[in-house]
């Protein structure tokens, strides 16, 4: 049985490359390159497929908040299931790094069949998230970080309320949660959300034309089967620091994070800059026995 890291990238490719190394030692890597990313080529992409175990593809223009970057995942996700003997999967970004060696993950994942995930309930969500689902976003390839794209998105939400247009759930589901997009899941788990993507085109469309569909995506399908939510762990597996960040993405993070980082009990840490998380790398490096 091996493992599968599934990894959406768009920039800093020595960092990637890296990454997609040390954790293809024992697993398979499964990478996404943003289609529109100038930063990585596409003899970028393919180096990366050069590593063994390691598969990359660039398929989908991914922006802030679009559905693109579901799709990108549930395609590598197709990807991870193919193989027969992956066992578990974890979602990551191209800014991540491991707090464990290989094999360490290998012995605390591989035969687990929780999914860490972590989630808010439809009663905890305020309506700033709310009206993310219940109104149509018409900017969905777009990118609505744009100071414009966003304040035009919020005159149509307000059209909307006034045509007394609101969205009671996304497809079948009228209880909606919400969580960061990393998830952990065992390959069970895995292919159930490929096939209900697959059966039920109608929550795929209604995703798609949600404000940070990513946030609903996982959270929604799994918290709603009575089967799953038993093996949900309320937890992200990723140490991030949100209080120093914009407020729609975590911090990059520094030397000065390294005590909070190793005290977190996480897997995976995220978000690492070239330069200014240079020194805390190659702390974490030296913790794991890698060579600069």
């Known amino acids: 049985?091996?493992?599968?890291?599934?990894?959406?990238a768009y920039k800093n490719f020595d960092e990637l490359y890296e990454l997609a190394e040390i954790l293809s030692k024992t697993a398979y890597v499964f990478i996404h390159v943003d289609e529109k990313s100038r930063e990585i080529t596409d003899a970028d992409v393919e180096k990366l497929n050069q590593l063994p175990g390691c598969e990359a593809i660039r398929e989908y223009r991914i922006v802030w908040g679009g559905f693109a970057h579901v799709q990108a995942i549930v395609k590598l996700m197709a990807m991870a299931l193919?193989?027969?003997?992956?066992?578990?999967m974890h979602l990551l970004t191209g800014e991540d790094f491991p707090l464990l060696t290989p094999e360490q993950l290998d012995e605390k994942f591989l035969t687990s069949d929780q999914i860490?995930?972590?989630?808010?309930?439809?009663?905890q969500l305020p309506e700033t998230v709310t009206k993310r689902y219940q109104y149509y976003n018409?900017?969905?390839?777009?990118?609505?970080?744009?100071?414009?794209?966003w304040q035009l998105q919020n005159m149509t939400v307000k059209v909307q309320k006034k045509a007394g247009i609101c969205r009671k759930g996304i497809g079948p589901f009228t209880?909606?949660?919400k969580g960061l997009v990393y998830v952990s899941m065992p390959r069970e788990a895995a292919a159930y959300v490929?096939?209900?993507v697959a059966k039920h085109g109608e929550f795929w469309d209604d995703l798609a034309v949600c404000q940070v569909p990513?946030?609903?995506f996982f959270q929604t399908i799994f918290m709603n089967d009575k089967n799953w939510r038993e093996h949900v762990v309320n937890k992200q597996l990723r140490y991030m620091d949100w209080t120093k960040?914009?407020?729609s993405s975590p911090a990059y993070l520094t030397l000065e994070d390294y005590d909070k980082v190793k005290a977190s009990g996480c897997a995976f840490a995220r978000k690492f800059h070239p330069k200014q998380s240079e020194i805390l790398r190659d702390r974490l490096r030296e913790d794991l026995g890698i060579e600069s």
Do not use: C, H, R
Request: overall charge negative; proline content about 2%.
């Open 1 to 8: 049985m091996k493992q599968a890291y599934l990894i959406t």
């Open 245 to 247: 960040g914009d407020g």
């Open 82 to 88: 193919s193989k027969e003997d992956v066992s578990y």
């Open 194 to 196: 490929v096939s209900f």
């Open 175 to 177: 209880k909606i949660y």
């Open 116 to 123: 860490f995930m972590d989630y808010l309930t439809p009663e």
């Open 214 to 216: 990513e946030e609903f």
């Open 138 to 149: 018409w900017f969905t390839d777009q990118n609505v970080k744009n100071k414009i794209l």
